[in-house]
């Protein structure tokens, strides 16, 4: 009795399991556990290569799709296999930049297929490993998978990272194909190493991946140049931060353009930033207000800090038709970070004294500067009544915000001897009229054609 306690149950094994439960734990491994399943036993190696389960891995990091399948003609297993040996070493980004390039492409194709079709067909790894040899610099990965999707673009207008108008100034940027990016790599000083990402035709406007940590920017940083304007040294270029690795900038930005984060305006996406608390409302008035940091008319020395808005007025569509009104005067209550305050009144806008009517929409563009990094802004609009002209009335402008991106100073700066640089922090916020950019008056729903300029 004694002796048969001492026997020892045999040892619970993998194998001994029947096929569908032993498939079930197998399909909860990962890829490269399941590959591994394949050397360990005949069992396991056959069991393994049961093609469902390649479907999730499939799905899951290349994204294909059953239709792409029955195209292809092959097993799931073999899809995995031949895709991982060829973008294996993009595995970490390939499904989430491989998505936002297809919602990208899919939400533009409505709305502008001109700038889907200035995109380019993506490149080779040989490509890529000849771009490191040019410029004697290692590529990140996830610069380099966005390429193996899209080679950028054609420079054309409009460019795909956006635009922003001014009545005197315009700027569309282009996101570069790999050679271009190449022939622009920058090894002076104050850009040591950097690649540009895009570009503007009009202003020369590029924003820059810092390939290597070197002076003072972080591996992979995204940043629009700022030289110094107060400077000696052509060299002290201060950064205005856009992102801290390619995959963060792209897809941060595909994901505000794709939810209506940026709007589409006249086929081009405007770098417009909504707050939807930013709304105010007035009787069967509503007021809007958009903002953008521009930070090629912007400067860290001097402190000038630039910002465009963008103001929509609508009458409800409900609204009786007695209530048509005309705009006469705007008042604007100005405050920058330092509590500054700067009041401005004026006729009109953008030298317009625009109609609201029932369903109807003006929209308009103005811009103003700080001397720090953020401010806000918030008034009120003038009008009075059509058909009762003596009624006059204030319709609330909602405070909106302004704040500048991350910079950061030029080690040339730093190292120099502050005195040298004296600040003058004491400029004005302006509300700047004269550069206003008016737009259109549309019916709702649909917007009309390109809006006149106002000069």
Same mark, same amino acid.
């Given at each position: &009795?004694?002796?048969?306690?001492?026997?020892?149950?045999?040892?619970?094994?993998?194998? =001994?399991?029947?096929?569908?439960? #032993?498939?079930?734990?197998?399909?909860?491994? !990962?890829?490269?556990? =399941?590959?591994?399943?394949?050397?360990?036993?005949?069992?396991?190696?056959?069991?393994?290569?049961?093609?469902?389960?390649?479907?999730?891995?499939?799905?899951?990091?290349?994204?294909?799709?059953?239709?792409?399948?029955?195209?292809?003609?092959?097993?799931?297993?073999?899809?995995?296999?031949?895709?991982? /040996?060829? #973008?294996?070493?993009?595995?970490?980004?390939?499904?989430?930049?491989?998505?936002?390039?297809?919602?990208?492409?899919? %939400?533009?194709?409505?709305?502008?297929?001109? &700038?889907?079709?200035?995109?380019?067909?993506?490149?080779?790894?040989?490509?890529?490993?000849?771009?490191?040899?040019?410029?004697?610099?290692?590529?990140?990965?996830?610069?380099?998978?966005?390429?193996?999707?899209?080679?950028?673009?054609?420079?054309?207008?409009?460019? =795909?990272?956006?635009?922003? $108008? #001014?009545?005197?100034?315009?700027?569309?940027? !282009?996101?570069?194909?790999?050679?271009? $990016?190449?022939?622009?790599?920058?090894?002076?000083?104050?850009?040591?190493?950097?690649?540009?990402?895009?570009?503007?035709?009009?202003? +020369?406007?590029?924003?820059?991946?810092?390939?290597?940590?070197?002076?003072?920017?972080?591996?992979?940083?995204?940043?629009?140049?700022?030289? !110094?304007?107060?400077?000696?040294?052509?060299?002290?270029?201060? &950064?205005?931060?856009?992102?801290? /690795?390619?995959?963060?900038?792209?897809? /941060?930005?595909?994901?505000?353009?794709?939810?209506?984060? %940026?709007?589409?305006?006249?086929?081009?996406?405007?770098?417009?930033?909504?707050?939807?608390?930013?709304?105010?409302?007035?009787?069967?008035?509503?007021?809007?207000?958009?903002?953008?940091?521009?930070?090629?008319?912007?400067?860290?020395?001097?402190?000038? %800090?630039?910002?465009?808005?963008?103001?929509?007025?609508?009458?409800?569509?409900?609204?009786?038709?007695?209530?048509?009104?005309?705009?006469?005067?705007?008042?604007?209550?100005?405050?920058?970070?330092? +509590?500054?305050?700067?009041?401005?009144?004026?006729?009109?806008?953008v030298g317009e004294f625009p109609i609201i009517s029932p369903g109807r929409v003006y929209e308009y563009t103005s811009c103003t500067t700080f001397s720090t990094t953020s401010g806000y802004m918030e008034g009120y609009y003038t009008f009075h009544c059509l058909y009762y002209k003596e009624k006059f009335f204030n319709v609330t402008i909602p405070r909106f915000h302004m704040v500048c991106p991350t910079f950061k100073v030029s080690t040339a700066r730093m190292e120099t001897n502050h005195n040298e640089y004296a600040v003058d922090e004491d400029e004005d916020s302006t509300d700047t009229d004269e550069y206003e950019d008016r737009h259109r008056v549309l019916d709702i729903p649909a917007p009309s054609g390109r809006c006149p300029r106002h000069t």
């Amino acid at each position: &009795m004694a002796a048969s306690l001492d026997v020892e149950p045999p040892a619970l094994s993998l194998e =001994l399991l029947p096929t569908d439960p #032993l498939l079930l734990i197998l399909s909860f491994l !990962d890829y490269r556990d =399941l590959m591994s399943c394949c050397y360990l036993s005949r069992r396991l190696n056959q069991l393994s290569s049961h093609d469902p389960l390649w479907k999730r891995h499939c799905k899951k990091y290349w994204l294909i799709s059953e239709e792409e399948k029955t195209q292809r003609n092959q097993s799931w297993k073999a899809i995995f296999i031949s895709t991982y /040996s060829d #973008l294996g070493r993009y595995i970490r980004y390939y499904a989430t930049l491989k998505k936002a390039w297809d919602d990208l492409e899919k %939400y533009l194709g409505q709305r502008c297929p001109r &700038m889907i079709g200035s995109l380019k067909e993506s490149v080779q790894e040989e490509d890529l490993d000849a771009v490191e040899a040019q410029i004697g610099c290692k590529l990140p990965d996830d610069y380099r998978c966005s390429f193996r999707i899209h080679n950028g673009q054609k420079l054309v207008v409009p460019g =795909l990272m956006g635009s922003m $108008a #001014l009545s005197n100034h315009y700027r569309s940027e !282009d996101l570069l194909d790999i050679d271009t $990016a190449a022939g622009g790599f920058q090894q002076r000083l104050g850009l040591k190493q950097c690649l540009p990402l895009t570009f503007c035709i009009h202003t +020369g406007l590029s924003q820059y991946m810092a390939l290597e940590s070197v002076e003072g920017r972080n591996k992979y940083e995204i940043f629009y140049q700022c030289p !110094d304007q107060m400077a000696r040294n052509p060299s002290a270029i201060d &950064m205005f931060i856009t992102g801290t /690795s390619y995959l963060e900038w792209f897809t /941060s930005y595909v994901n505000k353009v794709v939810t209506g984060g %940026y709007p589409i305006i006249r086929d081009q996406i405007f770098r417009y930033v909504h707050d939807k608390e930013c709304v105010a409302t007035t009787g069967d008035i509503t007021v809007s207000v958009s903002t953008s940091f521009l930070p090629e008319l912007s400067s860290v020395h001097p402190p000038h %800090y630039f910002f465009t808005y963008r103001i929509r007025i609508e009458m409800s569509k409900d609204a009786l038709p007695e209530k048509a009104c005309q705009l006469d005067s705007r008042y604007w209550r100005i405050t920058n970070a330092k +509590g500054d305050v700067e009041e401005v009144q004026g006729p009109g806008v953008v030298g317009e004294f625009p109609i609201i009517s029932p369903g109807r929409v003006y929209e308009y563009t103005s811009c103003t500067t700080f001397s720090t990094t953020s401010g806000y802004m918030e008034g009120y609009y003038t009008f009075h009544c059509l058909y009762y002209k003596e009624k006059f009335f204030n319709v609330t402008i909602p405070r909106f915000h302004m704040v500048c991106p991350t910079f950061k100073v030029s080690t040339a700066r730093m190292e120099t001897n502050h005195n040298e640089y004296a600040v003058d922090e004491d400029e004005d916020s302006t509300d700047t009229d004269e550069y206003e950019d008016r737009h259109r008056v549309l019916d709702i729903p649909a917007p009309s054609g390109r809006c006149p300029r106002h000069t």
